[in-house]
């Protein structure tokens, strides 16, 4: 599955697009480059309520755990965790 994402400003000027992308994947919208929001086919809100899944389950791609990942452990990329 491709991620879409899209600034807020972007999703306001192109609203119709937007939820013509959330036809076939989730969008997600963004405010100073955080995410803010999630647009979604209703379809999938409402089986996102029936079954009781975290938005992770959701969202999460198929074979992940097959993708190999390798974390830069360096304390000059490490930054504070920002809890605001």
Known sequence: ????????????QN?????S???NEPVFITDRGR?????LKFSDYQRLIREHRNM???LAVPDMA???????RSRETA????FS
């Open 66 to 72: 097959d993708i190999e990942f390798e974390p830069i």
């Open 1 to 12: 599955m491709t991620v879409t994402t899209l600034p807020i400003q972007d999703f306001i």
């Open 79 to 82: 930054k504070p965790a920002d």
């Open 15 to 19: 609203a119709a697009e937007a939820t």
């Open 35 to 39: 995410t803010t929001h999630v647009l």
């Open 56 to 58: 992770a389950e959701l």
């Open 21 to 23: 992308v959330a036809n």
